[in-house]
């Protein structure tokens, strides 16, 4: 079992920048991606980035290459997502989740939720105009 709790999430204003923390703990050994998710009011869950757990191989969606960054420490302890440059539709509940132990999927299935094990309780940021 591993759990994820989620920090880091607030209102700024369009154009700022915020740092989402995830704190990792149990059974992180064998978990081989990770990454962070979000969900606006009526839409589906998207993958934002994921991170590969050995290697560091990062994967971004579209709307957020070069504004957000996922990094994680080598102990697989914390991931982060620097978010820069925020937009208004980036306002949604950012979620943090891991694969299952063991799995390993390659891109684009990588990026399916479908394919993430455990999640964080999420947390809400707002981009105001």
């Known amino acids: 079992q591993v759990q994820l709790v989620e920090s880091g999430g607030g209102s700024v204003q369009a154009g700022g920048s915020l740092r989402l923390s995830c704190a990792a703990s149990?059974?992180?050994?064998?978990?081989?991606?990770m990454g962070w998710f979000r969900q606006a009011p009526g839409k589906e869950r998207e993958a934002v980035a994921v991170?590969?757990?050995?290697?560091?191989?990062?994967y971004y969606a579209d709307s957020v290459k070069g504004r957000f960054t996922i990094s994680q420490d080598n102990a697989k302890i914390t991931l982060d997502l620097q978010m820069n440059k925020l937009k208004p539709e980036d306002t949604a509940v950012y979620y943090c989740?891991?694969?299952?132990?063991?799995?390993?999927?390659?891109?684009?299935?990588?990026?399916?939720?479908?394919?993430?094990?455990?999640w964080g309780q999420g947390t809400q940021v707002t981009v105001t105009s």
């Open positions: 149990g059974d992180t050994y064998g978990i081989h991606y």
């Open positions: 991170i590969y757990t050995n290697g560091g191989s990062t």
């Open positions: 989740a891991t694969g299952e132990f063991g799995r390993w999927y390659s891109p684009p299935q990588v990026m399916n939720p479908r394919v993430f094990g455990y």
